[in-house]
C-alpha cells in the first residue's frame, strides 16, 4: 500500500526523480542527478536480453559533504519514492569477523527481511476484498453458532435470521457488540530464554524463528467488540490467502535486481594513512569483509542465499578526518561515481525554510494550528533565522541545516510550552522576537556551544 509520495520506479524519467527529491531537498543538483541515472539504469538493464542483461553491473555512488547538507535525507525520500528493496545502515556499527558486534552479511539479511515484509504487505492489500467474505460468515458465526445437524439431515438453503444480522453487520449497528473470540498466543518468554546466546545475533533470530513455527500456538479466547473482531479475523484470514513461498520468491528476486543499500558513515570506518594501525585495526578489516557483498558474492539468508552484485550501494559520508583515497583502493574502485556535496549558505536555509514540502516552518505552524494558535513569520523573520543560523554554524560547528532545528526549537519554546493558554491569538515572529529569544544566546559562546 503506497502513499501519493510513492511511484513506480519503472515508470521514472532521471528528470521526473530529480523533481520529486526537489520537493523536499534543497540544492545538491549534482547529487540527485547522479542517484536518479543510477535509479533509471536499474530499470534500462531489465530491458535487455538475458546474455547482455547479467553482465551489467550498477554503479555504486559515494556521496562526500559535510554533516547536514543531504545526504541521508536523499537516502529517506529515495526509500519513500521507488518501490524496492531499501535500507538504510551505518558503516561504523559493523565489525570484521572475529571481533563482538555485528557483521557485515547481516545488511543483506535485513534487506530480505525487508523485501519480504514489502510483498507481503502488498499481496495482504490485494486479498482484503477477498477475505471480507470469509470474514463476514465468521462473525455471523459468533453470532449465531450454527446449528448442529442430526446425521442425515440436510442445511437448510437459508437461514432468515442469519440474513437479518447480516444485513445489521453491514450496517454497522452490531459495531459494539461483545463476542468471545479464540485469537493465537504469542510465544511465552521462558521458551525463549532457553535459548543460548551464540556469537551470531542473526543465528539467535533464524533459531528463534524456528522453534516458534515449531512449537504449538496456543489460543486463548476474549471478549472483543464486533469492530476489534473483525480487524483481528481479517488478519487472519488474509493470511490463509498468502502463499508464503511466492512472498519468498518474490522478495528474493527484487533484492537481487532491485535492492538499494545507504551505507552511511562511510568515512568513519576508513583509517587516515599518517595514523598507526593500532586500536582502528578493524577499519580496514570491515571495508574488507564490505569488500565481496558490495562487488557480488551469495549471502546466506532463511529465505534462501542471496546473489548480491545488482544490489545498488549508495555510501555517503563526511570525510573531515579522512579522505576517500584512504578508503582500501579495492573499496575505492568499487564506487566509480563521486559526488561532493556543496555547503549550505544563508540563501540555502531560507529555501530549506519555506519552499519544501515539509518546510520547518510549515512544520511548526501546523502543530501549532493544533492547539488553535496561529503563527506567522514575516520575510524579515525567516531571513533573520538563516543568518542567525549560518553565523552559529561559523562560529561553532557546522552541522548544516540541523541548525534550523535547534534555533526554531529555541525561538519557539515559550510559544510551545504556553500554545494551551493561547488558543484563538496570533503570534507573529518578527527580527525583533527572534532577537529577544536568542540574543543573549549568541552573545555567550561558550553557552550557545551547548544549546545551539
Known sequence: MKNEETTNETNQTPKEIVSSLDRYIVGQNEAKKAVAIALRNRWRRLQLGDDLR???????IIMIGPTGVGKTEIARRI?????????????????EVGYVGRDVESIIRDLADYSVNMVRQELMARKQEQAEAMVEERLLDLLLP?????????????????????????????????????????????????????????MDMNIRDMLSNIMPKKQKNRRVSIADARGILQQEEVGKLIDMEEVTREAVKRVEENGIVFLDEVDKIASRRSQSHGPDVSREGVQRDLLPIVEGSTVNTKYGPIRTEHILFIAAGAF?????SDMIPEMQGRFPIRVELESLSQED???????????????????????????????????????????????????GARRLHTIMEQLLEEVSFEAPDLEGQTITITPEYIHGRISSLMKNQDLSRYIL
Open 54 to 60: 547479467d553482465e551489467i553491473l550498477p554503479k555504486n
Open 79 to 95: 526509500a519513500r519514492l521507488v518501490s524496492a528493496p531499501f535500507i538504510k545502515v551505518e558503516a561504523s556499527k559493523f565489525t
Open 146 to 202: 450454527p446449528v448442529k445437524k442430526e446425521e442425515g439431515e440436510e442445511a437448510p438453503e437459508s437461514n432468515p435470521t442469519r440474513e437479518k444480522f447480516r444485513e445489521k453487520l453491514r450496517s454497522g449497528v452490531l459495531e459494539e457488540k461483545m463476542v468471545e473470540l479464540k485469537v493465537a498466543e504469542r510465544a511465552s518468554g521462558p521458551v525463549m530464554e532457553l535459548m543460548p546466546i551464540s556469537m551470531n545475533d542473526n
Open 320 to 324: 573531515h578526518l579522512s579522505k576517500p
Open 349 to 399: 536555509f531560507v529555501r530549506i525554510l519555506t519552499e519544501p514540502k515539509n518546510a520547518l516552518i510549515v512544520q511548526y505552524t501546523e502543530l501549532l494550528k493544533t492547539e488553535q494558535v496561529t503563527l506567522e513569520f514575516t520575510d524579515d523573520a525567516v531571513q533573520e533565522i538563516a543568518r542567525v543560523s549560518c553565523k552559529i554554524n561559523e562560529d561553532s560547528e557546522n552541522i
